[in-house]
């Protein structure tokens, strides 16, 4: 019963599917037992043709009704078969469409955690080799295994009308083919694997070369590598020839055992048709059916080894399925909408799930609405740990931060995200215009608001000189972007959705400071009428906030204004003059 | 911004190529003796399985139909022996064949991979990791299924169409060309199946590229998405993708499904035809039953390879695809050679000089500009700049990574450009910021391949640095893995390691990027001494990050923004207040604080 469940629920996701398409599966299996049985009518047929032959009672007609029979016959498996494709093949591509987009939309849903913990390669394997694979088995497999099923089931029955003692003979070799093919099965999946294995190992190693090319290089180890990859590589092919000795044999066996059951065939059944205990039709008959299930056997086969590839498959697709959002709206209140955009801060502190050093520690933080607070600090202090935890990029302890005094764990995400504009120091912009990057969050695209957006964020005059101006694609195949240019776009972004709330978080660090004073000049109506914090390691971005917080190592160690800092703060004291330095060595030529 | 690159693999070009063909037909050459061999194999295979319908044949108009009892059990042995024979045939046909695919394979990948490792720097620059891995890993076993199974397949296939076609004509022609009659219908569906499957593939092959991509941009990208909650709108596009995707699909199963069928109902004529035209032979008496049985027979055997050819294409296809990258690759020059005669030298002193030097890893955008430095016979000499400041490419330049554009630099008082790469970096040691170890033993990390490292300098050079002294990680000593990319290290041990490396070696010319990560004082202690036993008795170039390092050097080289600004003492530079007054400040000053508490 448990063995019976945990198969059921491994293949849950293709059950459902059939159940939701109930149609595809019922015709598919209704055509194809019609596919299978006109199609092993022909054989008889020419058995007939044969015996009349035999007994000269033939005559042309007869003949003539005979091969209208054959082609007439055909036509009619060759429609039932067009249809079985039509049916379960056809609905195999939408179970492959319907996985793709549940498992996509599921992806779209998952937490910043999850991209942490899972490389984007293993992602786009499972969206494509994985979902081919489970496709593979709703479709290909289930149309085999039916058609298998049923070709061979008719044909056992015609054979044993035909004659039981010819069928017993001819079944002494399928147990024979049968053994040997899960044998050598059993052989060839054991050293595909260790074929498999080697592979990486051989990948890991032109990896590793590849990666340490400088060190090669410079120590003159080129030639010891080619010699180790020689052997690695080396060591591939024999085992590749291992496998081939065995799957060698596979077809010429396969091939063999079928030989030795016609020729056991051809002369016991040869002696009854001499002695009179059947028809030469009968015989001539009986070895086409033989023929006509040998590749349905074979097809057996590769069904089981589709199924195996297939339910793993589906398993590494479960398993990202099955990952939760800890950040999802579970207990929130879908009309919590903050507007103001007051921020309060309450005694957090925080780690990073299975990491037991506290990045941030008692953090006390209010922000009223519409004010500006910058904060500062080396790198590694927290600064962007603390504004992550505002947009709920991990599970925040209840009652610790609240925008206009509402608990963002009462704030569904979306309406969150929609009050916070949060531009990354890492910009991430998309293979579309730039147009299209700057309204990614519009529902409409307005060209003066983006014209207006570009211009407070400082690149609207660049992106006019561009020849398509904002039509101007990026990525592969437009124009690449200086990271400076980069960063404003993606003010630009944030800046056009108008939010309550902007957080830049280090959004100027490729931007040369003239060029940031213009945009902090430009910026400054925008934050004035909403609450704002800005995070910079550059002095001169923050110097005009509204109030200053320096953090070290997880808490806030001072706020106030520049001035008051100065002499308040001694690491506040320390980076202005670092920062006086680098400009001075910048100055100079 | 996304990365479309890594599917750029996932185009389709032609599935035939002459050129191309001709190119790989080059790496099978050297075994043409064996595959003449496997041909005259696959010819006598494919006519002994053609024998079975004319044993059939045989068995009923010779023996069947007369009662001959005996004569059948006689040709039954026979047929036993043709099997047997016919099994040990196809079997070494296969592996023989395999043997051969897999042999050149071996080849192709060994010429790809001494030929990556021949490359200049600039090459690894400008492609990513993973697609040179691709290149040489899988892209070459896409050409042993072209040999192992496409193009031998395909020859097998032919050889049995045709041997089929000619053995009904032996037996009785005129019923073979009135069977064949079908055929030509058959030849014309193949081919207008094969268009549009061909056109069918290749939008698919599109289709899921860009579904690849677009999966691939948007998770990279997926924190925009979610922070401007667009994930409705972004799905909604994914769908349209999918969708169409699917819609292809749907195309192309028509067409499978219409083919298919229709190879089976022509086959049905040809079967109709044979036994009205053939039955109506055998009631003249002009053809024997057994003829009838055998031409049912070879029907049955002439329309699968037919069918199965369409699925070769495809094989041949992405090997096609597979091989024109990899030829590209073997056509790719490294960015400058060594000289015919290169400078022969049993041991250089070391002394290095740039004149006038002028260099940029792009055309135009200048990396170091008029770069003038004498470095003497055992000098040390400490590098000091802001990040991209240039130091690292003059050190690039000097191991001969890289070519410089103008100007001259000398080692020893010989051009650097006359110089085979391996002689100037068998006489230096790089120790490189970012330690890199390969995985294996910190012995075989100190020695790296060089044979005549005996375990005793081996040893000598661990002791050295102090390396064991390090930590209490290293309970197997030597013999201690590193793990992959040394990760079962700690970072002070890994640097260690590299320098024991550096030590080893015993160059003349040591150039030493110091990492910048912060150890504990008892490693930093640790690290220091080393760095004075590396340096000791040989020049010396150091991009410094320590203090305790550019306090030990003869002189230090100021760089900024690509030209040498100051050279000088510490304490000469620091009194002349420019920009190594600034530099120190910024870089060093801080080290000084422990130091004083």
């Given at each position: 019963?448990y063995m019976?469940s ?15 398409h ?12 019609l ?13 007939m ?52 987009n ?14 942490q913990e899972t ?5 786009i ?14 479709g ?6 039916i058609?298998?099923a049923i ?19 001819a ?26 294995q ?13 990666s ?8 003159n ?18 085992l ?9 044999l ?5 091939y063999g ?27 001539v008959?009986f ?14 086969g ?9 339910t793993?498959s ?10 939760k ?23 957090l ?10 990045v941030?520690?008692?953090v ?23 504004v ?17 005094d509402i ?11 929609r ?7 890492e910009?991430f912009?998309?293979?579309?215009t730039l147009k ?7 529902e409409?695209?307005?060209?003066e ?10 690149i ?8 398509r101006?904002f ?6 195949r ?13 003010l ?8 309550p ?14 060029t ?15 609450t ?8 001169s971005t ?30 506040y ?16 030529r | 911004?996304?990365?479309h ?7 389709l070009?032609k599935?035939y190529?002459?050129?191309?063909m ?7 050459k050297?075994?043409?003796k ?9 010819i ?16 009923i ?16 042995l026979l ?25 050149a ?6 010429k790809v ?7 200049t ?18 892209d ?15 020859i ?9 076609v ?12 009135i069977?064949l009659?079908a055929l ?11 268009i ?14 860009k ?25 909604n ?21 219409v083919?298919?069928p ?7 004529i040809?079967?109709?035809i ?5 039955g109506?032979?055998?009631?003249q ?22 069918r199965?050819?369409?699925?070769k ?7 096609m695809a597979?091989s ?24 250089l002193?070391?002394e290095?000089?740039?004149?006038d030097?002028?260099?940029a890893?792009?055309?135009d ?13 055992g000098?040390?000499?400490a ?10 490419s003059?050190?690039?330049l000097?191991?001969?990574?890289y ?32 330690v890199f170890?390969?995985?294996g ?6 020695r ?62 040591l ?25 000791k ?19 230090i ?27 120190y400040?910024?870089q060093?000053?801080d080290?000084?604080?422990p130091?004083?508490?």
């Amino acid at each position: 019963m448990y063995m019976k469940s945990k198969f059921l629920k491994r293949l849950e996701r293709l059950i459902a599917y059939f159940k939701r398409h109930k149609k595809y599966l019922y015709w598919g299996v209704l055509v194809t037992v019609l596919t299978n049985v006109i199609g092993m009518v022909s054989p008889w047929i020419v058995k007939m043709a044969i015996d009349d032959l035999r007994q000269n009672a033939a005559t042309y007609s007869q003949l003539r009704t005979y091969a209208t029979l054959i082609v007439i016959l055909a036509i009619g498996a060759g429609f039932f078969r067009f249809l079985m494709r039509r049916t379960i093949i056809w609905g195999s591509r939408i179970f492959e469409y319907e996985i793709r987009n549940e498992f996509f939309l599921h992806l779209l849903g998952l937490p910043k955690s999850f991209y942490q913990e899972t490389a984007t390669g293993d992602i786009i394997a499972r969206g494509s080799n994985d979902v081919e694979a489970t496709r593979l088995l709703a479709g290909p497999a289930v149309m085999q295994i039916i058609n298998s099923a049923i070709s061979i089931s008719v044909a056992l029955t015609l054979m044993f009308v035909l004659s039981w003692k010819l069928t017993l003979i001819a079944l002494t070799g399928f147990p024979l083919l049968s053994i040997l093919t899960n044998r050598l099965g059993t052989k060839i999946h054991q050293k595909s694997y260790q074929i498999q294995q080697h592979f990486s190992t051989m990948t890991s190693y032109v990896q590793e070369n590849v990666s340490g090319v400088k060190v090669v290089k410079a120590y003159n180890q080129e030639e010891d590598q080619i010699k180790n990859f020689a052997g690695l590589n080396k060591t591939y092919i024999d085992l590749n020839l291992s496998l081939a000795r065995i799957r060698g044999l596979f077809m010429p066996s396969i091939y063999g055992i079928v030989g030795i059951i016609i020729l056991l065939l051809l002369y016991f059944g040869g002696k009854q048709v001499i002695n009179g205990s059947i028809t030469l039709g009968t015989l001539v008959a009986f070895i086409f059916y033989l023929m006509s299930i040998m590749w349905p056997m074979l097809a057996v086969g590769w069904v089981v080894a589709l199924y195996q590839r297939g339910t793993a498959s589906l398993e590494r697709i479960e398993k990202i399925m099955r990952r939760k959002s800890e950040v999802a709206d579970t207990d929130v209140d879908p009309n919590a909408r903050p507007q103001l955009g007051e921020i309060e801060i309450r005694d957090l502190s925080f780690r990073y799930p299975n990491d037991d050093q506290e990045v941030l520690k008692d953090v006390n933080l209010r922000i009223p609405s519409g004010k500006t607070v910058a904060i500062v600090g080396p790198t590694g202090c927290g600064k962007s740990t603390l504004v992550e935890l505002i947009l709920k990029a991990y599970k925040v302890p209840d009652g610790k931060i609240l925008i206009d005094d509402i608990d963002i764990n009462r704030i569904p995400m979306a309406n969150l995200r929609r009050a916070v504009g949060y531009v990354p120091q890492e910009t991430f912009l998309f293979s579309r215009t730039l147009k299209e990057n700057i309204a990614f969050g519009e529902e409409k695209i307005i060209e003066e608001e983006i014209e207006k957006a570009a211009g407070i964020a400082g690149i609207r005059q660049e992106i006019s000189e561009f020849p398509r101006g904002f039509e101007t694609r990026l990525g592969e195949r437009g124009v690449t972007l200086s990271g400076g240019q980069k960063q404003r776009t993606a003010l630009a972004r944030a800046i056009i959705a108008n939010p309550p709330i902007l957080i830049l978080d280090d959004a100027f660090s490729a931007v040369d400071t003239n060029t940031e004073e213009l945009i902090l000049r430009e910026l400054k109506n925008v934050l004035e009428t909403r609450t704002s914090i800005l995070i910079s390691h550059r002095i001169s971005t923050v110097k005009n906030a509204d109030m200053i917080c320096v953090m070290e190592e997880g808490r806030i160690e001072a706020c106030g204004t520049h001035e008051e800092l100065i002499e308040k703060s001694g690491l506040y004291a320390h980076i202005v003059e670092l920062q006086s330095l680098e400009e001075e060595l910048e100055a100079l030529r | 911004m996304s990365d479309h690159q890594y599917f750029e693999d996932d185009a389709l070009g032609k599935a035939y190529d002459s050129q191309l063909m001709k190119r790989l037909l080059q790496y099978v050459k050297p075994y043409k003796k064996w595959i003449v061999l496997a041909l005259a194999i696959l010819i006598i295979s494919t006519l002994l399985r053609l024998a079975g319908p004319v044993i059939i044949k045989l068995a009923i108009d010779e023996y069947i139909a007369v009662g001959d009892a005996d004569g059948l059990g006689r040709l039954a042995l026979l047929y036993a022996g043709i099997l047997l024979v016919q099994f040990f045939a196809t079997w070494g046909q296969i592996y023989l064949m395999e043997w051969i695919g897999q042999k050149a394979m071996y080849d192709l990948r060994m010429k790809v991979f001494r030929h990556v490792q021949g490359l200049t720097m600039d090459f690894y620059d400008r492609n990513p990791v993973g697609r040179i891995i691709t290149r040489v890993t899988s892209d070459i076993n896409s050409l042993n299924e072209l040999f192992s199974s496409g193009v031998v397949n395909i020859i097998g296939d032919l050889f049995t169409i045709f041997g089929i076609v000619g053995v009904m004509f032996v037996i009785n022609s005129k019923l073979a060309a009135i069977t064949l009659i079908a055929l030509p219908l058959l030849i014309v569906a193949t081919i207008l199946f094969r268009i549009k499957v061909r056109h069918a593939y290749r939008e698919i092959r599109r289709l899921i590229a860009k579904l690849n991509a677009f999966v691939q941009e948007h998770v990279s990208g997926i924190s925009v998405v979610q922070n401007f909650v667009q994930e409705r709108r972004i799905f909604n596009r994914f769908n349209d993708i999918n969708r169409e995707l699917m819609g292809r699909h749907h195309k192309s199963i028509i067409y499978y499904a219409v083919f298919f069928p229709t190879v089976e109902i022509i086959s049905a004529i040809s079967l109709g035809i044979i036994i009205w035209y053939g039955g109506g032979q055998v009631i003249q008496g002009a053809m024997t039953f057994g003829t009838l049985v055998a031409f049912s027979q070879y029907m049955e055997m002439f329309y699968r390879p037919i069918r199965d050819l369409s699925e070769k294409y495809n094989i041949l296809q992405s090997a096609m695809a597979s091989s024109e990258r990899v030829f590209k690759l073997l056509d790719t020059k490294p960015a400058f050679k060594t000289p015919a005669k290169p400078v022969i030298t049993d041991g250089l002193k070391g002394e290095i000089k740039f004149k006038d030097v002028w260099f940029a890893y792009n055309k135009d955008e200048w990396v170091l500009k008029d770069i003038n430095l004498h470095i003497r016979t055992g000098e040390k000499v400490a590098f000091v700049g802001a990040t991209g400041s240039g130091k690292t490419s003059m050190t690039n330049l000097i191991l001969r990574f890289y070519d410089y554009q103008k100007g001259s630099i000398t080692l020893d008082g010989k051009e650097l450009k006359d110089f085979d790469g391996e002689t100037i970096r068998k006489n230096i040691s790089l120790v490189l910021q970012d330690v890199f170890l390969f995985s294996g033993t910190i012995e075989d990390n100190i020695r790296l391949g060089n044979g005549d490292i005996s375990r005793e300098q081996v040893k000598k050079a661990a002791e050295d640095v102090n390396l064991l002294r390090l930590g209490n990680g290293l309970k197997r000593g030597l013999d201690t893995n590193v793990g992959e990319r040394g990760g079962m290290l700690s970072v002070g041990q890994r640097q260690l390691v590299s320098f024991a490396r550096a030590l080893a070696y015993n160059p003349r010319i040591l150039i030493l990027d110091e990492a910048t990560s912060s150890v504990d004082t008892e490693t930093e202690v640790i690290i220091q001494k080393a760095t004075e036993t590396l340096m000791k008795g040989r020049t010396s170039i150091i991009i410094a990050h320590r203090l305790s390092t550019i306090k030990q050097v003869d002189k230090i080289v100021v760089v900024h923004k690509g030209r040498i600004c100051e050279i000088g003492s510490h304490d000469e530079l620091l009194a002349k207040k420019g920009i190594y007054y600034n530099l120190y400040q910024l870089q060093y000053k801080d080290q000084e604080l422990p130091a004083a508490v």
